[in-house]
């Protein structure tokens, strides 16, 4: 879309604008002001303390906007960058949040949902949860309540709470003093394709992977249906928890871009600290020491 409209005349851009009440004076005449998509852009530069070496650290950036800002992103901040030879940044551009009826939103059309509001009512990870998995990076979605509250009553609380609920109360009764180290159950354990998630956020591919997280969960809740530990002596009953409660690390590095706060809960339970992909290795832990904690999310009725 940006290289078709090149192909159209290209217009002057107004340093300045008219002195208002509020805006930056501009330096050599305060009767004007800076206009907003002149300093406003290079805040990506001063705020990394340009030309430092924090810097070098952090660019070139990777900005991720709305598609009502991609020509002032692409065209003019990319102009200056290139005329002061600086590199260009990656620019990956998201959708519009419809209502639920398909309708931009708006407030003559008074379908306006408050993310504020919306945080009173809901985790404000089941509301990260739910965009991310509903809506494809790059296109516009639509949001529904109604949508929000079975997302969160199927996959938060039934597919994940529950797997952290079941496997936790399992390991704090049969093993008070903590599970070792064992052999891994590798049914379980080759069911998880690390690669394959890594590639899907490369790609910013977010929902599908979150998709792909989302169906190793679904099978661990069916290994234990199929396994049923609680039923296993205890040297057979500790390795398959083991390798349970190792996919619960992983998951919950995995799910840590998504739902933070979750993914931190259930490391505390774990007496694991979130880490970096890396680190999604079956057996990279000694011993588990178990805290169990509250539910993860509470279903709405």
């Known amino acids: 879309e940006i290289l078709k409209r090149l192909e159209q005349p290209l217009h002057d851009f107004c ?55 991609k020509w002032h992103h692409a065209i003019l901040w990319g102009s200056w960058l290139l005329a002061s030879n600086i590199t260009l940044p990656r620019i990956y551009v998201h959708g519009f949040v419809r209502s639920s009826s398909g309708e931009k939103m708006s407030k003559s059309l008074g379908n306006v949902i408050d993310p504020l509001e919306l945080s009173k009512k809901y985790p404000i990870d089941s509301i990260r949860y739910f965009l991310i998995r509903e809506i494809n990076f790059g296109q516009d979605g639509d949001f529904s309540e109604d949508s929000l509250k079975s997302r969160l ?22 093993f008070k003093n903590g599970i070792n180290k064992s052999k891994i159950d590798d049914k379980l ?15 910013l591919q977010l929902n599908d992977a979150l998709n792909e997280i989302w169906k190793f969960i679904k099978e661990c809740n069916k290994h ?33 871009p998504f739902i933070p706060d979750t993914s931190n809960k259930i490391s505390i339970q774990l007496s694991t600290e979130i880490t970096l992909l890396k680190d999604c290795k079956f057996g990279k832990i000694t011993n588990y020491k178990i805290k169990k904690g509250p539910i993860l999310f509470s279903k709405i009725q």
């Not at 597919?159 to 009764?173: F, H, M, P, Y």
């Not at 354990?189 to 790609?203: C, F, R, T, V």
Request: charged share 30%.
């Open 153 to 174: 009553n199927n996959e938060l609380a039934n597919d994940l709470g529950n797997l952290v609920s079941r496997i936790l109360t399992l390991a704090e009764k049969n």
């Open 224 to 256: 234990i249906n199929e396994e049923r530990p609680w039923e296993m002596e205890k040297k057979k009953l500790e390795m398959h928890l083991y390798t349970l409660l190792e996919s619960l690390r992983i998951i919950s590095i995995l799910l840590y």
């Open 189 to 203: 354990a080759k069911k998880l394709d690390i690669g394959k998630i890594d590639s899907l956020m490369e790609n």
């Open 15 to 69: 340093l300045t604008r008219e002195k208002i009440d509020w805006g930056i004076k501009f330096p050599l005449d305060n009767k004007f002001i800076v206009a907003i998509w002149i300093e406003a852009l290079i805040n990506y530069l001063t705020t990394l303390n340009y030309p430092s070496k924090k810097y070098k650290n952090f660019w070139p950036g990777l900005h991720i906007i709305g598609k009502d800002i």
